[in-house]
Every structure is written in C-alpha cells, then in structure tokens.
C-alpha cells in the first residue's frame, strides 16, 4: 500500500460545497463557514470595509470638521 503525502493531491475544497452560515446584515451577502466576520451590536457584517462602516454609522471628514463642537 502506498501512502500519499503530497499536501496539495486532494486540492482545495469547493467552495460551491462550503455552508452558508449567516448572511452580511448590511449587503445581505452570503457568509460561509470558517469566514472571519465582524460582530456589531450583536449582528453580522462581512468583513467588507464598506459593510463595516455602514453598520457603525461613521463618517470620514476632515480634522478640523470633527473637533468643532456640534
């Protein structure tokens, strides 16, 4: 019997096979097992940058903006 220990002989797996787990609570987008996601307010976000900012109600303005008082 041979033994085979070439690493990459069975290839990566499919990711049409991989289980949804959750869906992005900003893009709605599929998130599959073993995905690394953030968790904001108790949801979900995919780890797209833009879904992030989206769910944490930030804006990107200049210093001088953000110092003055409201």
Known sequence: MTI????????????AE???VAHCAACGGEIYAGEMVYKVDGEIVCDNWE????????????????????
């Open 18 to 20: 991989a289980e949804v």
């Open 51 to 70: 879904c992030v900012i989206e769910k944490i109600d930030c804006e990107f303005v200049p210093a001088e903006e953000a110092v003055m008082p409201e």
């Open 4 to 15: 085979n220990l070439d690493r990459f002989s069975q290839g990566l797996p499919d990711p």
